[in-house]
T-cell receptor, first 115, second 113 residues
Framework: EPEVTQTPSHQVTQMGQEVILRCVPISNHLYFYWYRQILGQKVEFLVSFYNNEISEKSEIFDDQFSVERPDGSNFTLKIRSTKLEDSAMYFC?????????????FGDGTRLSIL | AQSVSQHNHHVILSEAASLELGCNYSYGGTVNLFWYVQYPGQHLQLLLKYFSGDPLVKGIKGFEAEFIKSKFSFNLRKPSVQWSDTAEYFCAIYGGATNKLIFGTGTLLAVQP
């Protein structure tokens, strides 16, 4: 079964540094998402992306965050200047066409630790 | 605002016991409901989903869930759990126009052999 893959599995970064989290969605999917889960808390929506632009973003997704699909296969999340509170598990998800009757498929996640 | 609540944060059962995990949601429109499971060290996997039709939904590994519209609930059940069911279980709904998932806080299930 096709999978969503995320790299790296664990990223340790100094506060204030930029970090890029990478995702390769399922190849024929057109909708892409980032979620995060701070330790002990619920999984939270960050951003959705379709047709090469952001379709929705949450309050968490401020100017420090950006997403890109640079080459038609990768889908990246960049945090420009990381803060301690950005430490979390970040999940990428993708969804095929067919409207709301499609489930999202998730990657294994990247654990981001900010020191 | 759309929200999902899961009543049980941590459940411990013995093998062969029956399982029911509660999930309630708040959403004004047509609802799409999901249960995802996350086994230790693995990604979120879809357990089952409800979009329309029969409110009793059967998923993988013997799990089922019942959508009760009047109670805004979508409880997950399994008649006899196994040690391999040890995992975290998340209830979720689609919210908004972009199908973002709104998750509950998750229930950590530990099954003792």
């Amino acid at each position: 079964e096709p999978e969503v893959t995320q790299t790296p599995s664990h990223q340790v970064t100094q506060m204030g540094q930029e970090v890029i989290l990478r995702c390769v969605p399922i190849s024929n999917h057109l909708y892409f998402y980032w979620y995060r889960q701070i330790l002990g808390q619920k999984v939270e929506f960050l951003v959705s992306f379709y047709n090469n632009e952001i379709s929705e973003k949450s309050e968490i997704f401020d100017d420090q965050f950006s997403v890109e699909r640079p080459d038609g296969s990768n889908f990246t999340l960049k945090i420009r200047s990381t803060k301690l509170e950005d430490s979390a598990m970040y999940f990428c998800a993708s969804m095929g066409t067919g409207g709301r009757n499609q489930p999202q498929h998730f990657g294994d996640g990247t654990r981001l630790s900010i020191l | 605002a759309q929200s999902v609540s899961q009543h049980n944060h941590h459940v411990i059962l013995s093998e062969a016991a029956s399982l029911e995990l509660g999930c309630n949601y708040s959403y004004g429109g047509t609802v799409n409901l999901f249960w995802y499971v996350q086994y230790p060290g693995q990604h979120l996997q879809l357990l089952l989903k409800y979009f329309s039709g029969d409110p009793l939904v059967k998923g993988i590994k013997g799990f089922e869930a019942e959508f009760i519209k009047s109670k805004f609930s979508f409880n997950l059940r399994k008649p006899s759990v196994q040690w391999s069911d040890t995992a975290e279980y998340f209830c979720a709904i689609y919210g908004g126009a972009t199908n973002k998932l709104i998750f509950g806080t998750g229930t950590l299930l530990a099954v003792q052999p």
